[in-house]
């Protein structure tokens, strides 16, 4: 008698949250977690200016949106802590690389280069973390840069004073942001095996 090797794929389920559920709780964490983890990082690291600051703010503002979007999306993506510390490095790095890009500057045009850039390594490091457990993980890859860049001119449209070079973009921003990947989050499916972490 012989054993077989039977190799399964995970089979993708409908999101456990209603659809509101996802959307406005998620928009809820974005306005909490940008504004108030982005002030942290900027009092601690200071303006961004140069590689130091850059790194050290953007990975203390990338540890504390990591962490407030980790305790909404561990019940409904069964995602793990790691998620924080991925979102952390990742947003350290992209800061750093897309502040130097641009000189530094602030200008809408500038915000949204350094926005892109940062996006898409927050965007390359999670999506890595929700390939297993989420339908649209690439497009949450590829959205990324994309939402940090528009999040950024919409809070330098909104007449906030960004030639402080804060770490990442305000409230006004955070608000579009939330509701665009809170969409993304409604419509992807979930693997049937992911269970919410107590």
Not at 7 to 30: L, N, Q
Not at 33 to 62: K, M, N, Q, R, Y
Not at 168 to 186: E, K, P, R, Y
Request: hydrophobic letters at 55%.
């Amino acid at each position: 008698m012989s054993a077989t090797a039977v190799v399964t794929h995970k089979p993708f389920s409908v999101p456990r949250m209603s659809a509101s559920k996802i959307v406005f709780g998620w928009i809820g964490v974005t306005l909490v977690a940008f504004p108030l983890a982005g002030l942290l990082g900027w009092a601690i690291g200071g303006h961004v200016d140069s590689v130091p600051p850059a790194l050290i703010g953007g990975a203390l503002t990338g540890a504390g949106v990591g962490f407030l979007q980790w305790l909404f999306l561990r019940r409904d993506l069964a995602v793990g802590p790691e998620w924080i510390l991925a979102t952390s490095g990742a947003l350290a790095a992209g800061l750093t690389v897309g502040a130097a890009v641009v000189g530094y500057e602030t200008s809408a045009g500038s915000l949204a280069i350094m926005g892109a850039i940062s996006g898409a390594a927050v965007g390359v490091a999670q999506g890595i973390l929700l390939r297993s457990k989420f339908s649209l993980w690439y497009v949450w890859m590829a959205a990324m840069p994309v939402m940090f860049a528009l999040a950024w001119v919409v809070t330098e449209t909104a007449g906030i004073d960004v030639a402080n070079q804060f770490t990442v973009f305000g409230a006004s921003g955070s608000v579009v942001f939330g509701i665009l990947t809170g969409l993304l989050l409604m419509v992807g499916t979930r693997t049937q095996d992911t269970s919410p972490e107590d």
